[in-house]
């Protein structure tokens, strides 16, 4: 099983656009903006808001599944728990040859410090993914 490198489609809460940092709402902008749009190919989203069904439909055709920090709780890294949600399925995209990061580092390389530590999620087709991490680094 592979992940394609490439997508056309998107998994992510559109309910909280005005919540997130500037480099997921570039990224997300830039999908529906279409053909005539600065990506130059239409976008399909897709949200089933079950990170494992959504992480299912990657595996199956590709994409890419955002749960991105938002400024609502601003000292939470992240809503999804490091170890038994964002470990887990980073660990089955990136042996299916998938990406995962937290926007601005590999998941798998985030050392915890506590049980329940929580992390921002960006994970999938692997260009996608290295294009939102590429705006998180232009932006800081």
Not at 47 to 54: E, F, G, T, Y
Not at 60 to 86: H, Q, S, V
Request: one cysteine or more.
């Amino acid at each position: 099983m592979q992940v394609p490198p490439d997508t056309k489609e998107f998994a992510i809460n559109m309910s909280n656009t005005r919540h997130w940092a500037p480099p997921v709402k570039r990224y997300i902008d830039e999908c529906p903006a279409g053909k005539e749009g600065p990506r130059g190919k239409d976008f399909n989203m897709r949200w089933v808001a079950s990170m494992v069904a959504d992480v299912h439909r990657i595996l199956t055709r590709g994409g890419i599944f955002m749960y991105p920090w938002d400024k609502r709780e601003p000292d939470k890294p992240g809503k999804l728990r490091l170890l038994y949600e964002a470990n887990p399925m980073s660990f089955l995209i990136e042996q299916a040859g998938g990406a995962a990061t937290n926007g601005t580092q590999r998941i798998l390389d985030i050392t915890p410090g506590k049980l329940h530590e929580r992390v921002s999620v960006v994970l999938g087709s692997k260009n996608e993914v290295e294009r939102v991490t590429a705006y998180h680094r232009d932006a800081a």
